[in-house]
T-cell receptor, first 114, second 109 residues
């Protein structure tokens, strides 16, 4: 049971390049989320999904796209990377139980855009 | 979503109890209070959550006031490994965790 796995763990991009971050969960969780964290700040929600085939915008969605074609995977895409997107990206999944939601976070992807 | 207010930083002596306060005066009746922590840019780690009653688990205790407008996370015997940023989050029925700035707890020898 791996939990939430993020790929890759580190990446350096040149301005204007594109890339996709992959988040995979093996817990059959319905909900999935992408966050970014800049130095000295809390996590900010980029996009989220409440089920396979659905996505929604979070607090800071501009410059990112997402897809949830399979329940276990949530992809975050950067079409044209900018230095302002240098950040640590965290994926999370959650379920809804009798006592609220249970979240599991991945270990993060450190992205640098030069 | 109900907002939370936490002190930006706190110190605690190793072996003593760490009491981390959180104000959430606009909380609604069906919203849970969650506590997470983040150690040195690792992924956030769940600590505890509650609705109305006080809660305790192997990591911490959560004390929620009767009017639910504030809560306190208690780490009973803080160790150096408890040095982290602690986030108090009010979670509504929509289920999205929205993080604030948190409290940076430093446990000192």
């Amino acid at each position: 049971n791996a939990g939430v796995t993020q790929t890759p763990k580190f990446r350096v991009l040149k301005t204007g390049q594109s890339m996709t971050l992959l988040c995979a969960q093996d817990m059959n969780h319905e909900y999935m989320y992408w966050y970014r964290q800049d130095p000295g700040m809390g996590l900010r929600l980029i996009h989220y999904s409440v089920g396979e085939g659905t996505t929604a915008k979070g607090e800071v969605p501009d410059g990112y796209n997402v897809s949830r074609l399979k329940k276990q995977n949530f992809l975050l895409g950067l079409e044209s990377a900018a230095p302002s997107q240098t950040s640590v990206y965290f994926c999370a999944s959650s379920y809804r139980g009798d006592r609220g939601y249970g979240y599991t976070f991945g270990s993060g992807t450190r992205l640098t855009v030069v | 979503d109900a907002k939370t207010t936490q002190p930006p930083s706190m110190d605690c002596a190793e072996g003593r109890a760490a009491n981390l306060p959180c104000n959430h005066s606009t909380i609604s009746g069906n919203e849970y209070v969650y506590w997470y922590r983040q150690i040195h840019s690792q992924g956030p780690q769940y600590i505890i959550h509650g609705l109305k009653n006080n809660e305790t688990n192997e990591m911490a205790s959560l004390i929620i006031t009767e009017d639910r407008k504030s809560s306190t996370l208690i780490l009973p015997h803080a160790t150096l490994r408890d040095t982290a940023v602690y986030y108090c989050i009010v979670l509504n029925q929509g289920g999205k965790l929205i993080f604030g700035q948190g409290t940076e707890l430093s446990v000192k020898p």
